[in-house]
Every structure is written in structure tokens, then in C-alpha cells.
């Protein structure tokens, strides 16, 4: 992982705390440099953390024999000896990461890089309620942990699509979860699992996922908007994730677009935007307005039900119900969208979400409406795409978290000469709201 990424889930974390940990522990310090990519050589150590050369090598050779570190080829001469280039080996750990969406569950065990080694995924309403919904998550895990030797994972990192007091990893009166107010994702795992578990909300982990390991290019600034059951938003800021006060910042869904009275909202409103463009609105509409339409009256015929791919099929295909629906969605979205890029100037963003099913070509409806609609210095360079993790960037987001939580340089100090975090899961659970 490069340099930039290392801060984005801490947030602002006392640099104080950081130097003073620093000196106390130089294998931190050497592991979080090769780690991070700021120092790939002993040379560069030496040169970039200060310490001895000496110092440097047991530090090392340590790493090395801890398992955290290993020795790659010879890096390339700057003049003098080639060196021997250091690597992070992200098979040192497993970490779990868990999205809970609306209307799916996904758990992958994944590495310290936050790539998914395997994910098993199931249809699941969140609004089944906590208990129920948390011993599905609980079941994916342990099967997992099984068939992947991850039964000691180093820690949990788990979305849910609502709003968390991201220091506390409790629920605040989530609009779609009911039964979830006030509920702690993290205390409940942690009476399960021997791992510290960080909680946040999904849209954030997509943004992330697709920010450390997506195809775009690399930018600083990042917009992430999630269309899926419901509609959410993430802004990554200069590298940073933008949580806002208490983590509800990027909470779009319920902003009101419509004065249509018949727009009612799952959260009780009227004319919120999830309401007139989220996945749901789409599926009940296009089964309202099914005998509009020969195609859709097929699939409803064929399975007792229309799905997201069907409205998009139906789309591509010229169907002018399903253009319609779609169309009006895309505005709806484009205007919001439109918004934010004005006021966050991102240098990309990326789409992402199940509604995506229903096609890309939703993607660049919503394209033409932000260009049309912001101003020239916000979009000129704007780069717009699909989310490109084939649905894994919530889970690898939560990886990422639980990854970023666990090897930062101050979590590191605390745990890396017992080689590793397993043990010290309270310790490093308590530290986590230091990072928010
Ligand atoms: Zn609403």
C-alpha cells in the first residue's frame, strides 16, 4: 500500500502520540516504513527513519524473523552496492472483512493488504433485526476462518448501511434498521470473537475500497456515490476520509428532492431522494407499472418477481418504461451529485452499489447531468466511473480498516514485539477511538 493511504482511516490521530510512540519503538517504525513504501531498502531505513545503520539492521533481521517482513530481490543501484529490497508480507495475518447492506450480507477473510482471499455472500434483509442478522455474520465468519486457516483472525472491520458513532461502533437511529438503534456491532462481536472489530458505515468502505484498490487513477479527492437499495455518499478530502463530527457525514439519502406526495420514504418522509431514486423505489415501480411493458411483464411472469438486471435488460433493449424509470433516476441523482461535486471538488467519482445490476449505462446518465451541472473548474477534469471491484469494495474497505487500525504505526508499537496483535485485542479495541 503507498504512502498516501496509511492515514485516510485513522483520521486526524495525535502526532504527539505518534513521534513519542516512534522513538519508544524502532521495529515499528521500520515495519511501517517498508510497509507503507517510504523506505524499501536498508539504505532508505537508514536515511528515512533516522536511526543507526546498525540499529536499522537487528530491527530487520527481527521483522524478518517475526514474520512481518521479508526480503524481496536487489532493488536497483544507486551507485553503490544493490541493496536488497524489503517487502511487508501481507500472509503475516488474516483479517476479516464484513458488509452488512441492506438486502445482502458479504464476509470476506482477507489479506493484510485488505484484498479478499475468499468472500461468501447471501440474499438477507437487514431489517431481520440485529440478533439474527449478526449470527448470520458470526456463521459466514466461522466458515470462512475454517476452510482458510483465519480461525485467529487479527481483527474485524464491518460496514452497515446506516449511521455509527464511528469512536463507539454503536448504530445512531439508523432510518432502514429497525431494532439496530443504539445497537453495538462491535460489542456483540467481541463477546464472540478473540479479534478488535471497527465498525463503520458501508458507504465510507466502498469509497475506500475502490480509493486503495480500485482501477482509477490516483487522485487525492474522491466522491463515491452508492446506489443501491438505498443511496449514500463518501468524500475522501485530500487523502482523508471526511466522517464528519460524530461519522454521519456524506448521508445523502434522505435529502428531500421531491414535493411528489407519493414519494413516501422508507424512513416515514416524503421526497427524500432514496425515495424517488434508491433500488427499492426502482423494483416497486417497475412492478406497478409492469403491464406498461411487455418485457417486464415477462420477467415478472418467468419468476414472481422483478430484479435490478431486469429493469436494466429491459433498458438496453430500447423498453421505453424501463428508459423512463431509469432516466428519471439518473436526473434525480445527476442534480444531487451535481451539488456535491460543487462543493467537494473530487478528482474522481466513482459510482458504485447494486443498482448497479440494472446496467453502467446508468452510470453515464448520471455523467451527462454532473457535467451539465457543475461548474466548469469542478468537472473540466472530473473523472467519472463505475465502482471496478466487482461488488468486494465494501468488504475490502472493511479489510482496510480493520488492516489500517491494526498496523498503524501506534497500534504497531504496542503489539509488534510479541510479534503479533493476537492477545492484545482489548488493548488495541481501546486505542481505536484514537484513530477517529
Ligand atoms: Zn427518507
Redesign the pocket.
Known amino acids: 500500500m503507498a504512502t498516501e493511504h496509511r492515514e485516510i482511516l485513522h483520521g486526524v490521530a495525535a502526532s504527539g502520540a505518534i513521534a513519542s510512540s516512534l522513538e519508544a519503538a524502532p521495529l515499528a517504525v521500520v515495519v511501517d516504513l517498508v510497509r507503507t513504501g517510504r523506505a524499501r531498502t536498508r539504505p532508505e531505513l537508514t536515511a528515512v527513519s533516522g536511526l543507526s545503520r546498525k540499529v536499522v539492521t537487528q530491527r530487520v533481521d527481527q521483522a524478518c524473523e517475526i514474520g512481518l517482513l521479508r526480503e524481496g530481490g536487489l532493488a536497483p543501484s544507486g551507485g553503490g552496492r544493490h541493496a536488497r529490497v524489503l517487502e511487508f508480507d501481507p500472509d503475516a495475518g488474516r483479517v476479516f472483512g464484513v458488509l452488512i447492506g441492506a438486502s445482502e450480507l458479504r464476509v470476506a477473510v482477507a489479506a493484510l493488504d485488505g484484498r479478499p482471499l475468499a468472500t461468501s455472500q447471501e440474499d438477507w434483509t437487514v431489517d431481520s433485526g440485529p440478533e439474527a442478522t449478526m449470527q448470520r455474520v458470526h456463521a459466514h465468519i466461522d466458515a470462512l476462518a475454517v476452510r482458510h486457516a483465519a480461525t485467529r483472525p487479527w481483527g474485524i472491520g464491518v460496514g452497515v448501511p446506516g449511521p455509527v458513532d464511528f469512536p463507539e461502533g454503536r448504530l445512531i437511529a439508523p ?1 432502514i434498521m429497525p431494532g439496530w438503534d443504539g445497537f453495538s456491532v462491535r460489542a456483540w462481536l467481541r463477546e464472540r470473537v478473540d479479534a478488535p472489530v471497527w465498525v463503520d458505515n458501508d458507504v465510507n468502505l466502498m469509497a475506500v475500497g475502490e480509493w486503495v484498490h480500485g482501477v482509477g487513477p490516483r487522485t487525492e479527492d474522491m466522491l463515491f456515490l452508492k446506489v443501491g437499495t438505498g443511496i449514500g455518499s463518501a468524500v475522501i478530502s485530500r487523502g482523508r476520509l471526511l466522517r464528519g463530527q460524530r461519522g454521519a457525514a456524506g448521508d445523502i ?2 435529502i428531500r428532492v421531491s414535493d411528489d406526495p407519493t414519494a413516501v ?3 416515514g ?1 416524503v421526497g ?1 431522494l ?2 424517488v431514486a434508491g433500488g427499492w423505489s426502482l423494483i416497486v415501480e417497475a412492478t406497478q407499472r409492469a403491464s406498461e411493458s411487455p418485457t417486464l411483464l415477462d420477467a415478472l411472469r418467468e419468476r414472481g418477481r422483478i430484479s435490478l438486471g431486469d429493469v436494466g435488460a429491459a433498458s438496453r433493449a430500447g423498453d421505453p418504461v424501463a428508459r423512463e424509470m431509469l432516466g428519471e433516476r439518473a436526473a434525480a441523482l445527476g442534480e444531487v451529485t451535481a451539488s456535491l461535486v460543487n462543493f467537494a471538488n473530487p478528482g474522481q467519482l466513482v459510482v458504485g452499489g447494486g443498482v448497479l445490476r440494472a446496467g453502467e449505462e446508468l452510470v453515464g446518465r448520471i455523467e451527462d447531468v454532473v457535467r451539465r451541472r457543475s461548474t466548469k473548474i469542478a468537472s473540466e477534469h472530473l473523472v467519472v466511473r463505475p465502482a471496478s471491484l466487482d461488488q468486494q469494495e465494501g468488504v475490502t474497505g472493511a479489510a482496510l480498516l480493520a488492516v489500517e487500525n491494526l498496523l498503524s504505526p501506534i497500534a504497531l508499537a504496542r503489539w509488534v514485539e510479541d510479534a503479533s496483535p493476537l492477545g492484545h485485542a482489548a488493548a488495541l479495541q481501546r486505542f481505536a477511538p484514537a484513530f477517529a
Open positions: 432510518p439519502g434522505h420514504c422508507r424512513c418522509e427524500c432514496e425515495a
